[in-house]
T-cell receptor
Framework: DAGVIQSPRHEVTEMGQEVTLRCKPI?????LFWYRQTMMRGLELLIY????????DSGMPEDRFSAKMPNASFSTLKIQPSEPRDSAVYFC??????????????FGQGTRLTVV | KQEVTQIPAALSVPEGENLVLNCSFT??????LQWFRQDPGKGLTSLLL?????REQTSGRLNASLDKSSGRSTLYIAASQPGDSATYLC???????????FGKGTKLTVNP
């Protein structure tokens, strides 16, 4: 497996524009996580899905952020409208559950978002 | 709510030294705890996963321990090498969920 694949790797956009980040989890994994990393706040969980269903979106900053998982192999994180304070590295991760045990979480390379 | 703290924030050691990185967490009802490595500008690489029923895990020169009762985990690196230089992150699940909560990391520099 190629691991968790995120696109784009870098995104520069103007304030007010819509931004869509994409993630392909590892095949067979049934958990998908979206994280945001900044120098000030470190890694913060935004939302996670289990079997394509959002389980916990309490970390989504505000209504400008939305995430979808239409199928087991694809997820998007959308920001509309974008603001300079959204500038960060956004990571997608996936994991699976075998019985009552979770496997380790595997992370993508991240999308570095800059909103100017 | 789970909170994860890592001390120290930065550590610089000479090559060959054995070292310990510390992680503490507030909610002991964890499913598991994971240690990651992050190189500058890169994603996170999983190093070790310790399930809640386990006390330690080993991989090569790395050994991670878990003490749920005291809310602590340590990552022991033996015979450190310059290639070990990176930021090491600890993450613990939040009670009753798969949500991983991260510490701010320890930036390790191993000097040749």
């Amino acid at each position: 497996d190629a691991g968790v694949i995120q696109s784009p790797r870098h995104e520069v956009t103007e304030m007010g524009q819509e931004v869509t980040l994409r993630c392909k989890p590892i095949s067979g994994h049934d958990y998908l996580f979206w994280y945001r990393q900044t120098m000030m706040r470190g890694l913060e969980l935004l939302i996670y899905f289990n079997n394509n269903v959002p389980i916990d979106d309490s970390g989504m900053p505000e209504d400008r952020f939305s995430a979808k998982m239409p199928n087991a192999s694809f997820s998007t994180l959308k920001i509309q409208p974008s603001e300079p304070r959204d500038s960060a590295v956004y990571f997608c991760a996936s994991s699976s559950r075998a019985g009552h045990l979770n496997t380790e979480a595997f992370f993508g390379q991240g999308t570095r978002l800059t909103v100017v | 709510k789970q909170e994860v703290t890592q001390i120290p924030a930065a550590l610089s050691v000479p090559e060959g030294e054995n070292l310990v990185l510390n992680c503490s967490f507030t909610d002991s009802a964890i499913y598991n705890l994971q240690w990651f490595r992050q190189d500058p500008g890169k994603g996170l690489t999983s190093l070790l996963l310790i399930q809640s029923s386990q006390r330690e895990q080993t991989s090569g020169r790395l050994n991670a321990s878990l003490d749920k009762s005291s809310g602590r985990s340590t990552l022991y690196i033996a015979a450190s090498q310059p290639g070990d230089s990176a930021t090491y992150l600890c993450a613990a699940t939040q009670g009753g969920s798969e949500k991983l909560v991260f510490g701010k990391g320890t930036k390790l520099t191993v000097n040749p």
